[in-house]
């Protein structure tokens, strides 16, 4: 069974810092990745997805994520984050139709 | 060990059949939660529950029914007026509102 693994359960970060989070798929079948993204009091909402071609992938609020396929790995990165990120970030793999989340990573944006 | 527990992994039904989908969570959770995926799309909120006996419709509560009367379960029904009932479903649960957000493995409902 595909399992998704995100490294990083706890981030804290001040404003203008980079941001990378990590996440790893266990399956190397076809694949579709997604970010999601749950502010404070707020449902998840869709940060980005890949489904095939340029493997990088750019979201909403200047977030990007790259698909490594040889490392299994899509990583979500923004290169300055904002107070405003703060927020719990989800990894998705979607693979023959059935969605498995990663165990999130919480990020604090200190302004 | 804690968790969310949906069942089953798979599900096959005939056109016209209401169909429920069970939810069961152990980590005393007040929220619970109904999304369902599309191929190409991402996930879309059915119904949320904040508290036994109250829910509120999501992005995409029509043709769908759910029930919220002991604090572990939260069903969702998929009736027979849902237009496009074969899609993932996937049940999440979290404690209160800044809480970590929990979610079930999923059911796929395939309807023909």
């Known amino acids: 069974a595909q399992s998704v693994s995100q490294h990083n359960h706890h981030v804290i970060l001040s404003e203008a810092a980079s941001l990378e989070l990590g996440c790893n798929y266990s399956y190397g079948g076809t694949v579709n990745l997604f970010w999601y993204v749950q502010y404070p009091g707020q449902h998840l909402q869709l940060l980005l997805k890949y489904f095939s071609g340029d493997p990088l992938v750019k979201g909403i609020k200047g977030f990007e994520a790259e698909f490594i396929k040889s490392k299994f790995s899509f990583n979500l990165r923004k290169p300055s984050v904002q107070w405003s990120d703060t927020a719990e970030y989800f990894c998705?793999?979607?693979?023959?139709?059935?969605?498995?989340f990663g165990g999130g990573t919480r990020l604090m944006v200190k302004p | 060990d804690g968790g969310i527990t949906q069942s089953p992994k798979y599900l096959f039904r005939k056109e016209g059949q209401n169909v429920t989908l069970s939810c069961e969570q152990n980590?005393?959770?007040?929220?619970m939660y109904w999304y369902r995926q599309d191929p190409g799309q991402g996930l879309r909120l059915i119904y949320y529950?904040?508290?036994?006996?109250?829910?509120q419709k999501g992005d995409i509560a029509e043709g769908y029914s759910v029930s919220r009367e002991k604090k572990e379960s939260f069903p969702l029904t998929v009736t027979s007026a849902q237009k496009n009932p074969t899609a993932f479903y996937l049940c999440?649960?979290?404690?209160?509102?800044?809480?970590?957000?929990?979610f079930g493995n999923g059911t796929r409902l395939t309807v023909t």
């Open positions: 998705a793999v979607n693979e023959a139709n059935m969605l498995t």
């Open positions: 980590l005393n959770h007040d929220a």
């Open positions: 529950s904040q508290i036994v006996n109250d829910f």
């Open positions: 999440a649960s979290k404690r209160q509102a800044n809480s970590p957000l929990h």
